[in-house]
């Protein structure tokens, strides 16, 4: 089992940067995949960036250039840095892991924390 915990999340105003943190309760050396994606009122969930194992990543369209995601294996936490915050960014934002094996796949969700941007 995989607990993952979000935090830094909060109010900024447009324009403004933010530094989301997700801990996972395990060693994150062996979780092929961490990511962090984002739900706004009234809309779906969807995928923000990723980042494997191997330290490949992967960005929405309307995040790249403004938000970084890393890992840091040795403190077992995955970052997202989010610069140059639109409105159009506020939602709750979830860390997501996954775990692959040959047949199947496992999923890890934290409970999100909440990006609000307003001025």
Known sequence: QVQLVESGGGLVQPGGSLRLSCAASVNIFNINNMGW???APGKERELVA???????TYYA?????RFTISRDNAKNTVYLQMNSLKPEDTAEYYCHARRVFPA????????????????
Do not use: E
């Open 61 to 65: 369209d309307s995040v790249k250039g």
């Open 104 to 119: 199947y796949n496992i999923d890890y969700w934290g409970k999100g924390t909440l990006v609000t941007v307003s001025s």
């Open 50 to 56: 990723r980042i494997t194992s191997s330290g490949n």
């Open 37 to 39: 994606y984002r739900q």
